[in-house]
């Protein structure tokens, strides 16, 4: 059974930058999808960006287009989200995700429009991210 462990999260300023990394262990051979996602207090969880396990275009949301981007270790089992020109609006705990659920994706696109989250049977508890102004 895989475990996901978050870490890199903290308290930075308005235009910060921070690199979250997601350390997995057992078994991801089977692993399609990776994903990370975050939750604002007081909503819902959403997606963020997305890439296929191994490598691939990542699929980013619009509102972190540009500033955020995803790549992978495949040695050290691990997956990274750096995210630059942070916003106050980014404040959330930050989570990773996998999908062993389905296997024909072959882009990030297609882990974020044809992969629901309940489909992303692996996830990690969580990093608190806090932007200030």
């Known amino acids: 059974q895989a475990h996901l462990v978050e870490s890199g999260g903290g308290s930075v300023q308005a235009g910060g930058s921070l690199r979250l990394s997601c350390a997995a262990s057992g078994d991801s051979s089977s692993v399609n999808c990776l994903g990370w996602f975050r939750q604002k207090p007081g909503k819902e969880r959403e997606g963020v960006g997305f890439i296929v396990s191994g490598g691939g275009s990542a699929y980013y949301v619009d509102t972190v287009k540009g500033r955020f981007t995803i790549s992978q270790d495949n040695v050290e089992n691990t997956v990274y989200l750096q995210m630059n020109a942070l916003k106050p609006e980014d404040t959330a705990m930050y989570y990773c995700?996998?999908?062993?659920?389905?296997?024909?994706?072959?882009?990030?696109?297609?882990?974020?429009?044809?992969?629901?989250?309940?489909?992303?049977?692996?996830w990690g508890r969580g990093t608190q991210v806090t932007v200030s102004s």
């Open positions: 995700a996998a999908s062993s659920s389905v296997t024909f994706c072959r882009s990030g696109s297609c882990c974020f429009d044809d992969v629901g989250t309940h489909e992303y049977n692996y």
